[in-house]
């Protein structure tokens, strides 16, 4: 930790060293993100209730599955497949958010730019969650399928995010 401590106090706010602390806390949040995306389908397998008609054209069952699915009820896809993914992210990333605000950035977060941060990261989150469900089903939900579709959707979210954390929302002062 010295040698961190050290680059941190030399190179405090260089964008260059902050992208790399970044890149850091975001192994971090790998970490919890592909733990509990492996985990939650443990409590949500279960969970049969159809998603509402909004997101029923983003979860396509025709695309994401071949023939039948525990996943799919009447034709549509269940929140137990759609659980897993958005929780994952959603607590990984809002575990990050106030790393990244005390550790990386060194920033102070405001109650407007947490409800911005929130409000980004739940389209970000829907987004990549549809990514995740396609990547799972290309790889015909094979034993890596859901670390792969997790680690994909994080590197989207760090190319959203670092920005988002740098330039607007703990941008110095």
Do not use: C, H
């Not at 060293?17 to 970490?31: E, H, M, R």
């Not at 525990?70 to 607590?91: A, E, Q």
């Not at 947490?114 to 290309?138: K, N, P, R, S």
């Amino acid at each position: 930790m010295g040698l961190l401590k050290n680059l941190d106090e030399k190179y405090g706010s260089n964008a260059v060293w902050q992208f790399v602390k970044f890149n850091l806390v975001s192994f971090s949040i790998t970490a919890v993100q592909l733990l509990l995306a492996n985990l939650l389908p443990l409590v949500f397998d279960s969970v049969t209730t159809k998603l509402p008609g909004f997101l029923q054209g983003v979860f396509n069952p025709d695309v994401l599955f071949e023939g039948d699915s525990r996943y799919v009820v009447d034709g549509v896809v269940t929140f137990g497949y759609v659980l897993p993914f958005f929780l994952s992210n959603f607590i990984a990333n809002v575990y990050g958010y106030f790393v990244n605000m005390k550790a990386t950035f060194k920033g102070r977060g405001t109650k407007a730019g947490l409800f911005g941060y929130f409000a980004v990261l739940i389209f970000l989150i829907l987004f990549t969650t549809w990514l995740q469900g396609y990547i799972t089903a290309m790889m015909k939900n094979s034993s890596m399928a859901r670390t792969v579709a997790a680690l994909v959707a994080g590197m989207v979210q760090v190319a959203v995010l670092f920005p988002l954390e740098k330039y607007v929302l703990f941008k110095e002062r």
